[in-house]
């Protein structure tokens, strides 16, 4: 048995299984601002449950993680595939993770030499 559930973005289907268990939920729709601030909450929980993973749970976390982006992606407007374009060309252009370097520090960039004022 878990404990209540307050305050939190909900997948579409949880209140039905709640009612299903025999409880009744107290719902509310959120209205579009709401809903954005909600969604990057959901992000960051979910962030932290894939961080505490391990083994077989990772798998689950991941899609967890996966489908809040893309209930962002759509309420920003997006498409799905206008965020995997974006991510190749990152990737193209920066380089993605598989080499796993890790930066421990960099000198500061030289400033750019400015022309001397015209008159």
Known sequence: MTGPLTGKLVRDRIPDTIRESGRE????????????????????EESAELAAAAGPDVLGELADVL???????????LAWAEVEDQARGKARERGAF??????ESAPPEEPEPQEPASE
Request: aromatic share 8%; charged share 40%; hydrophobic share 50%.
């Open 67 to 77: 489908e809040v982006l893309r209930a962002l992606t759509e309420d920003s407007g």
């Open 98 to 103: 598989r080499e796993r370097w890790f930066l």
């Open 25 to 44: 939920p107290v719902v509310r729709r959120l209205d579009a601002e709401e809903f954005r601030p909600a969604l990057l909450a959901k992000l960051a």
